[in-house]
């Protein structure tokens, strides 16, 4: 299935929402040190609110360590990046592909883009940086669940 990736985040609250993302869409979140704040539990039940305990949260020392877990796991990074000539809803998104997202203040750095096996980008009108990173997660991550038949499953309430 499709998890969800966030590199050396510098915002606790982005942090935050992506695990109420993954914990309401059921898929695990990776978050890739070092982040540029506390990492602590304490920090992320802050920041996930009551969230954090109903998230998978996967938290990987460095790149270095993310990526040999990856490769063993013979999962494909499909990165969201400004830089991407493809559109993420024309990507065909594959069971067991990991949404890699940046860092907010830059992204990522040039081997990280380079490793990535496709990089896709959220079409915006002309000029506009960027969209926010949990914005942009939500919209990708949807896309990437729809195709492959995750999203989970509509409950009356």
Do not use: K
Request: with cysteine.
């Amino acid at each position: 299935m499709i998890d969800l990736a966030l590199y050396q985040p510098d915002i606790a609250q982005n942090t935050g929402t992506l695990i109420r993302l993954a914990a309401c869409l059921g898929r695990p979140l990776h978050v890739i040190g070092p982040a540029g704040f506390d990492l602590s539990d304490r920090n992320l039940r802050r920041a996930g609110m009551d969230y954090v305990e109903l998230a998978t949260v996967v938290r990987h020392v460095g790149w270095t360590d993310f990526e040999a877990w990856a490769t063993a796991e013979g999962r494909r990074l499909v990165l969201a990046t400004t830089g991407g000539a493809q559109s993420y809803t024309d990507l065909a998104f594959e069971a067991g592909d990991i949404v890699l997202m940046g860092r907010e203040s830059a992204g990522v750095p040039p081997a990280v883009h380079d490793r990535a096996d496709r990089r896709v980008a959220i079409p915006m009108q002309p000029g506009l940086r960027s969209i926010n990173v949990a914005l942009a997660a939500a919209m990708i991550l949807g896309e990437a669940l729809r195709q492959t038949g995750g999203l989970p499953t509509l409950q009356a309430r």
